[in-house]
T-cell receptor
Framework: ETGVTQSPTHLIKTRGQQVTLRCSSQSGHNTVSWYQQALGQGPQFIFQYYREEENGRGNFPPRFSGLQFPNYSSELNVNALELDDSALYLC??????????????FGQGTRLTVV | AQRVTQPEKLLSVFKGAPVELKCNYSYSGSPELFWYVQYSRQRLQLLLRHISRESIKGFTADLNKGETSFHLKKPFAQEEDSAMYYCALSSGGYNKLIFGAGTRLAVHP
């Protein structure tokens, strides 16, 4: 089975620009979650997609948006980038169901730097 | 509000010493608790879940609902245990995880 892969690995953007980060879920998984990890902090939940529908959102503004595709790959889009958006962005996939938590498999992350 | 607190940023021990990484949580309900670990240059991975009640790599963690804690313990630390450890909480299923800030465990020879 293949693991979770994210692209690109590193990215530098200018304040005000837009960015799209991509995630390929592990085969057979129906759920993908995105996390933001600032330096020295734990990952913070941005949002989750379950069977292509948004299924919960953390404390992030609407300029953070996402998509999950029929093949369960996913995108995280961030508009109007701010300097504080500089962080490691993690994608995690799992085979989940209502009321049940299982192991989440993480990608290696995309390091976004906003200048 | 749901929250996970790991009070120690760094825990430094010698090989063979006991280890306890602390985790406290706040949640009104029945949470699921996890420990995730990140070894150097590797991705974040699951170490153990409270519902499985397993011992993984010699580590155990017991959920104490009275103290709202889920401390990670190992009786004899090994150098290969050096890593970043994150305690996480999931509510309502679906693996929507709330992480603590993490504790770096450094095991010295």
């Amino acid at each position: 089975e293949t693991g979770v892969t994210q692209s690109p690995t590193h990215l530098i953007k200018t304040r005000g620009q837009q960015v799209t980060l991509r995630c390929s879920s592990q085969s057979g998984h129906n759920t993908v979650s995105w996390y933001q990890q600032a330096l020295g902090q734990g990952p913070q939940f941005i949002f989750q997609y379950y069977r292509e529908e948004e299924n919960g959102r953390g404390n992030f503004p609407p300029r953070f948006s996402g998509l999950q595709f029929p093949n369960y790959s996913s995108e995280l889009n961030v508009n109007a980038l701010e300097l504080d958006d500089s962080a490691l962005y993690l994608c995690a996939s799992s085979l989940a169901a209502p009321g049940e938590s299982t192991e989440a498999f993480f990608g290696q992350g995309t390091r976004l730097t906003v200048v | 509000a749901q929250r996970v607190t790991q009070p120690e940023k760094l825990l430094s021990v010698f090989k063979g010493a006991p280890v306890e990484l602390k985790c406290n949580y706040s949640y009104s309900g029945s949470p699921e608790l996890f420990w995730y670990v990140q070894y150097s240059r590797q991705r974040l991975q699951l170490l153990l879940r409270h519902i499985s009640r397993e011992s993984i790599k010699g580590f155990t963690a017991d959920l104490n609902k009275g103290e709202t804690s889920f401390h990670l313990k190992k009786p004899f630390a090994q150098e290969e245990d050096s890593a970043m450890y994150y305690c996480a909480l999931s509510s309502g299923g679906y693996n929507k995880l709330i992480f603590g800030a993490g504790t770096r465990l450094a095991v010295h020879p």
